[in-house]
């Protein structure tokens, strides 16, 4: 059975950081593309980042620069840092299988929270 | 970047009745658009893909079409438990959301 659980969410002062963690089984998580989509309280979905099979890595234009995607083949994990927080980045932070363009995102977490405040 | 345009944003349905949701992109997207389907504290569910494909353990009543600029989701006859927020999808892009609450 595949799983996402997502791990790493908090209260966080503005200009602070924060790593989110995404541990999957059921399958491997170097062979896929993972993405981390976010929603702000009561708003919609916004696609944050991108780390295909190959590794190649891809960023909101809101996020380039502050956040960095990675995973941990040994552990078959998938990690989101998130460094200058700001208030904006305020939300639910979902990691989610990305079955490319045709097929859409297949496999979701449960969801973390990351509320940055001061 | 591609523009996903949803509507209308709110339709209030009847149990039982048919709902059609509507999702224009601002330039082709072939068939590679999806839908979701979230309630609230949940995560989004994948519904549909290619436009048309329902995925894995979706009900029949759920229909997508579509292709090029405009697409249809369409709930046949609408049960309790869809009473929701549905979300297309293309690539990194999604639209803004159609709530579907009971009228």
């Known amino acids: 059975e595949v799983q996402l659980v997502e791990t790493g969410g908090g209260l966080i002062q503005p200009g602070g950081s924060l790593r989110l963690s995404c541990a999957a089984s059921g399958f491997t998580v170097s062979s896929n593309y993972m993405s981390w989509v976010r929603q702000a309280p009561g708003k919609g979905l916004e696609w944050v980042s991108v780390?295909?099979?190959?590794?190649?890595?891809y960023y909101a234009d809101s996020v380039k620069g502050r956040f960095t995607i990675s995973r941990d083949n040994s552990k078959n994990t998938l990690y989101l840092q998130m460094n200058s927080l700001r208030a904006e980045d305020t939300a639910v932070y979902y990691c989610?299988?990305?079955?490319?363009?045709?097929?859409?995102?297949?496999?979701w977490g449960q969801g973390t929270l990351v509320t940055v405040s001061s | 970047e591609i523009v996903m345009t949803q509507s209308p944003a709110t339709l209030s349905v009847s149990p039982g009745e048919r709902a059609t949701l509507s999702c224009r992109a601002s330039?082709?997207?072939?068939?590679?658009l999806a839908w979701y389907q979230q309630k609230p504290g949940q995560a989004p569910r994948l519904l549909i893909y290619?436009?048309?494909t329902r995925a894995t353990g979706i009900p029949a009543r759920f229909s997508g079409s579509g292709s090029g600029t405009e697409f249809t989701l369409t709930i046949s006859s609408l049960q309790s438990e869809d009473f929701a927020v549905y979300y297309c999808?293309?690539?990194?892009?999604f639209g803004g959301g159609t709530k579907v609450e009971i009228k």
């Open positions: 330039q082709s997207v072939s068939s590679n």
């Open positions: 989610a299988r990305d079955e490319g363009a045709a097929m859409g995102y297949d496999y």
């Open positions: 999808q293309h690539g990194l892009f």
């Open positions: 780390i295909y099979s190959g590794g190649s890595t």
């Open positions: 290619g436009a048309s």
